[in-house]
């Protein structure tokens, strides 16, 4: 089992910067790939970005290129998401995930974490 807990949302204005944290504790942290995940009330949880076991293969969604940044620390357990210039369009809950392989879909993630609300402000 993993368990992962997501911190580091808020309250930002447009344009401003968050940086979610993902600890994680259980099972060894560098077998697993991971992503970020996230999901507006109503609509499906939407791929954001993922990161492979070692660091070395990142994807992201098109719409959060050059804007968000995925990094992991296997020594601290903990995957991050470095967001920059936030729209109003990027609120939603955001969820990490662990999975045995980096993908951007959903079903291929076994272990998933509460969820941190981040709120861009227009």
């Known amino acids: 089992q993993v368990q992962m807990v997501e911190s580091g949302g808020g309250l930002v204005q447009a344009g401003g910067s968050l940086r979610l944290s993902c600890a994680t504790s259980g099972r060894s942290f560098n077998t697993y790939a991971m992503g970020w995940f996230r999901q507006v009330p109503g609509n499906e949880r939407e791929f954001v970005a993922a990161?492979?076991?070692?660091?070395?293969?990142?994807i992201y969604e098109d719409s959060v290129k050059g804007r968000f940044t995925i990094s992991r620390d296997n020594a601290k357990n903990t995957v991050y998401l470095q967001m920059n210039s936030l729209k109003p369009e990027d609120t939603a809950v955001y969820y990490c995930?662990?999975?045995?392989?980096?993908?951007?879909?959903?079903?291929?993630?076994?272990?998933w974490g509460q969820g941190t609300q981040v709120t861009v402000s227009s």
């Open positions: 990161i492979s076991r070692g660091g070395y293969s990142i």
């Open positions: 995930a662990a999975g045995a392989r980096s993908s951007r879909y959903r079903a291929d993630y076994n272990y």
